[in-house]
């Protein structure tokens, strides 16, 4: 058990649906990171928060948005869902950045 | 450009065989870390091991081993004595210390033990 914690497990939408997914990280962790995992892209990088700024972007599409709260939960979220949207959504937390300790994910499938 | 490949898409053991997992990797900047992450079937990543830039020792944790080295850019990781709780998808993945800390993942290495 890595500490991260995330809600839901799994989620089932259509497509043009919105969805939260909602990520708690470890104790005394201040970074939260968003990774999503699909078959064809891999593991890649989405947006990264630290003690509730935004501090980077990676592949994140316009209709997908996050923001960390003051108790630092964060949550990403996808509106105008694809079905390409598709994939599983990790959440990271570290320290400062070096070692990230994963989520067990979500599985989001849009139909 | 920073990149991560893991060659090996897939491979097959049988237990109790030893194998080693392929990472080359490619960055500019002379201080990095390097990771392995290991994700089960049930789908969590969970992390086996950082390296920094710096410390080309080699790590031994049990029955898994890396060796990073420089000359080559490769981060390979061997498992001695597989076990079928081996089996995994397996990833390497490079960050830099400076700006941002995204992960740059490999493809990743789909490892399968059989009994």
């Known amino acids: 058990d890595s500490g991260v914690t995330q809600t839901p497990k799994h989620l089932i939408t259509a497509t043009g649906q919105r969805v939260t997914l909602r990520c708690s990280p470890r104790s005394g962790d201040l970074s939260v990171y968003w990774y999503q995992q699909s078959l064809d892209q891999g593991l890649q990088f989405l947006i990264q928060?630290?003690?509730?700024?935004?501090?980077a972007k990676g592949n994140i599409l316009e209709r997908f948005s996050a923001q960390q709260f003051p108790d630092l939960h964060s949550e990403l979220n996808l509106s105008s869902l694809e079905l390409g949207d598709s994939a599983l959504y990790f959440c990271a937390s570290s320290v400062m950045g070096e070692t990230q300790y994963f989520g067990p994910g979500t599985r989001l499938l849009v139909l | 450009a920073q990149k991560v490949t893991q060659a090996q898409t897939e491979i097959s053991v049988v237990e109790k065989e030893d194998v080693t997992l392929d990472c080359v990797y490619e960055t500019r900047d002379t201080t990095y870390y390097l990771f392995w992450y290991k994700q089960p079937p049930s789908g969590e990543l969970v992390f086996l091991i950082r390296?920094?830039?710096?410390?080309?020792q080699n790590e031994i944790s049990g029955r898994y081993s890396w060796n990073f080295q420089k000359s080559t850019s490769s981060f390979n990781f061997t498992i001695t004595a597989s076990q079928v709780v081996d089996s995994a998808v397996y990833f390497c993945a490079l960050i830099h210390t400076s700006g941002t800390y995204k992960y740059i993942f490999g493809t990743g290495t789909r490892l399968k033990v059989l009994a």
């Open positions: 928060y630290y003690n509730g700024e935004e501090r």
């Open positions: 390296r920094n830039s710096f410390d080309e």
